[in-house]
């Protein structure tokens, strides 16, 4: 995978609660990996709930790793047609946020 931003866009079939939860399993899993500080700094994302989308910042380990095992658990929970993954330009406005609890 190619570092960068990326952004996940879910179908409307989906419920975005479980889509919530579903990125916070991520986070754990990145965690597990990288630790909770490096996650915190480096795994930056933003979920925008009236775009039904997540933008990941997927330029570092820890991003990268949030980013594939986001998509894997995506697949496995919701199947591989209930979401779109593409790659986009960095917001410059607004601070991605990172993990939270």
Known sequence: MNSGTYQVIFDASIPLDDVQDTLQ???IAAEALHGQPQVRLEAEHR???AARSCV???T???GRDLLQIFVGYLSEEFGQ???SVRRIEAP???APQG???
């Open 60 to 62: 570092s380990p820890a």
């Open 47 to 49: 979920m925008d709930v």
């Open 56 to 58: 990941i910042h997927a």
């Open 81 to 83: 047609n209930s979401y």
């Open 92 to 94: 410059k406005a607004d």
């Open 99 to 101: 993990a939270r609890r």
């Open 25 to 27: 399993l991520a986070i």
